[in-house]
């Protein structure tokens, strides 16, 4: 996960670097050919601020449902990139630009919340609970309340995290009939 969020901070040098070049990766809705920034819309941030500010919950949210393993951890991930972008592009404001990887961290907690249930694993039940009192407040940021926040990132991120945690579930032997 260090080795994720070094890659967003490199990208937002080069970006700076080109003239901010790369915003052009955002998400413009309702574009058919849009539709191939979806993926590079999460690696791209609007400026060193957008970054931080992703950048630890990212870091922590990610590492945790790493824990499961990269393979696992990676399809999930793509998942959440792919729902959260097409929420953006179905029903972002027309003529907008969206993209970071506020979505991906708002999809890692959905995921994480209820990974343990769908799993039906203790301790990933406790960890859920413990990711929901530590970052639950970020569920704010779901609802239409500031400007220049996509709101359908996050909600889309956050129901993408959800499906992952069903997609991806590990199903017990036992269970297998």
């Known amino acids: 996960m260090a080795g994720w969020v070094a890659l967003l901070w490199v990208l937002e040098a ?8 790369l ?8 574009k058919g050919g849009e539709l191939l920034d979806i ?10 601020g957008h970054v931080a ?21 990676l399809a999930v991930a793509f998942t959440i990139i792919v729902v959260s972008g097409l929420g953006v592009w179905l029903i972002a404001p027309a003529h907008t630009n969206t993209a ?22 203790a301790l990933d039940v406790a960890v859920g ?6 970052y639950g407040s970020i569920l704010w940021g779901v ?5 220049g926040v996509s709101w359908q990132g996050h909600l ?10 069903f997609l991806f579930r590990e199903r017990s032997p036992a269970a297998g009939g």
């Open 129 to 134: 609970l413990v990711v929901g009192a530590l």
């Open 39 to 48: 993926v590079p819309a999460a690696f791209t941030h609007f400026g060193f």
């Open 23 to 30: 915003d052009t990766f955002g998400i413009t809705p309702r």
């Open 156 to 165: 889309f991120g956050l129901v993408g995290g959800v499906a992952a945690a």
């Open 100 to 121: 970071g990887a506020s979505g991906l961290i708002f999809g890692l907690f959905g995921y994480l919340l209820v990974r343990g249930f769908v799993d039906h694993r």
């Open 143 to 147: 609802l239409p309340s500031a400007t």
């Open 53 to 73: 500010s992703n950048s630890l919950p990212l870091l922590v949210l990610g590492f945790i449902a790493a824990l499961r393993g990269i393979g696992r951890y």
């Open 14 to 21: 080069i970006d700076v670097l080109a003239g901010h070049r």
